[in-house]
Nanobody, 113 residues
Framework: VQLVESGGGLVQPGGSLRLSCAAS????????MKWYRQAPRNERELVAS????????YYTDSVKGRFTISRDNAKNTVSLQMNNLKPEDTAVYYC???????WGQGTQVTVSS
């Protein structure tokens, strides 16, 4: 199992980023996927999740209306579109699959003026 995140970077408040996670080594379309984030000195928190067929999207309250999770089972990718970014969104974002090692290496998102 390998999960490789990309798309992070530095963006000003109000800006947008699109994170992607390329998955390999397992039957991607059989598993729900999640995005987590971890800010300095904070615990890793669930940001969004999506069912194996793209159904049942879930968002933590702080990102509802701003973030959109999606997946492409033909390309084995899961994405997180992040709009109207806020400084409190600054964190390392991780892709999660329910198979060891569970996490990718993460991608840094920094929201700052």
């Amino acid at each position: 199992v390998q999960l490789v995140e990309s798309g992070g970077g530095l963006v000003q408040p109000g800006g947008s980023l699109r994170l992607s996670c390329a998955a390999s080594g397992f039957t991607f379309g059989s598993y729900g996927m999640k995005w987590y984030r971890q800010a300095p000195r904070n615990e890793r928190e669930l940001v969004a999740s999506i069912g194996s067929d793209g159904s049942r999207p879930y968002y933590t309250d702080s990102v509802k209306g701003r973030f959109t999770i999606s997946r492409d089972n033909a390309k084995n990718t899961v994405s997180l579109q992040m709009n109207n970014l806020k400084p409190e969104d600054t964190a390392v974002y991780y892709c999660y699959a329910p198979l060891r090692p569970y996490w990718g290496q993460g991608t840094q998102v920094t929201v700052s003026s």
